[in-house]
């Protein structure tokens, strides 16, 4: 039986000063569970609303980027013996109640990471560049960007070495980093709250975007003759 | 003025300026090492530039000038890759600074 005291959920934040209190009290409310808030250089008071709500934080001293901040988290979760680590966006996307849908999956031992994929959000051309991705990585998961994922110890152990601290995002990077060590990812369907506020940083700009394309299809080349 | 003379004296000049940054401890010993053989060869090419000639010939290299380009830009390519390796090795050891240091501070402010 899974012990929530195991269980540790990290938020990236970066200026998320009207979100971030809310998802923090809100899980607090439902679940007793250490929550950690990876404050990734805020400018405003993201790390006091934190801290109010009851999380811990962690304060970046200049910004890492969503998954230089989400490794922080993961190390602190190494660090202090929680088995199992949640990762959830702080715009408010990311419902509360997925969380135990997360951990029921994760409980059957049938796999170390678990991510929650909404499949139906994104414009035709995101679908677009997700298969694109599908083809040249040889994963066949549906989506490849969502940050609500749960790991468990074997997941955090890789995740928070080395080998993973010159990753930008938390999407293919790290899938494929979990692939070639063999750890098992499934994924399951969630519904998602339309951003309350802040939009996504990889699609922002077209420049944006086509730099996040050519970061991703390197990463996926260099992976891939493991997937011959 | 003869070639040879202009060559040598741009040996020298080239040579000297990266001795001299050197000796005022302005590279690591790691980088001083290579620093110090280019010098080396740049002075050694300057006194003797008939020798980029004989080697040229005995690699059936027709026209001799190629030979120091060639040899010139592989070198540079050769060095700034090996700076990028750098780099992005001090990225990551900046990266996982950065975070044990914020995981640190957290500790340090619950522990007061």
Redesign the interface.
Same mark, same amino acid.
């Given at each position: 039986m899974l012990n929530l005291k195991d269980v540790v959920v990290l938020i990236p934040a970066k200026n998320e000063v009207n979100t971030i209190g809310q998802i923090v009290s809100e899980i607090k409310e439902l679940f007793p569970i250490t929550v950690v808030v #990876?404050d990734d250089g805020s400018s405003d008071d993201t790390t006091i609303v934190a801290l109010d709500a009851g999380a #811990?934080? *962690?304060?970046?001293?200049?910004s *890492?980027g969503a998954w230089?901040a989400i &490794?922080?988290g993961l190390?602190?979760a190494e &660090?202090y013996g929680f088995k199992i680590a949640i990762t959830m966006d702080a715009d408010g996307q990311h419902k509360v109640d997925s969380i135990p849908k997360l951990l029921e999956k994760l409980e059957d031992k049938q796999s170390d990471v678990v991510i929650g994929s909404y499949v139906e959000r994104g414009s035709p051309s995101r679908h677009l560049a997700w298969s694109f991705f599908r083809k040249l990585s040889g994963m066949n998961l549906e989506d490849l960007t969502s940050g609500l994922r749960a790991y468990n110890h074997k997941a955090i152990e890789l995740l928070s070495s080395?080998s993973a601290? *010159?990753l930008d995002y938390q999407d293919l990077g790290v899938l494929l980093l979990l692939h070639r060590a063999k750890l098992r990812v499934v994924e399951t369907p969630i519904f998602i709250s339309p951003r309350i506020n802040g939009h996504s940083r990889i699609f922002s700009s077209w420049w944006a975007v086509s730099s996040y394309m050519l970061y991703t299809s390197i990463l996926c080349l260099a992976h891939f003759k493991l997937f011959k | 003025m003869s070639y040879q003379l202009t060559s040598t004296f741009l040996g020298f000049f080239i040579a000297g300026i990266i001795l001299w940054l050197i000796r005022r401890d302005l590279l690591h010993s790691r980088h001083a090492a290579w620093w110090l053989v280019v010098a080396l060869s740049i002075m050694l090419l300057g006194i003797f530039p008939t020798t980029i000639d004989w080697l040229a010939t005995h690699l059936g290299v027709n026209y001799p000038p190629t030979l120091i380009f060639v040899l010139g830009m592989g070198f540079i390519l050769i060095k700034v890759i090996a700076i990028d390796i750098h780099q992005?090795d001090l990225? !990551?050891k900046v990266? !996982?600074l =950065?975070?044990?240091? =914020?995981?640190f501070? =957290?500790e340090n402010k !619950?522990s007061k």
């Open positions: #990876i #811990i934080v *962690l304060p970046m001293s200049f *890492l230089g &490794q922080t190390r602190y &660090q080395k601290s *010159l | 992005s990225e !990551r990266r !996982r =950065a975070q044990r240091l =914020a995981i501070e =957290a !619950r």
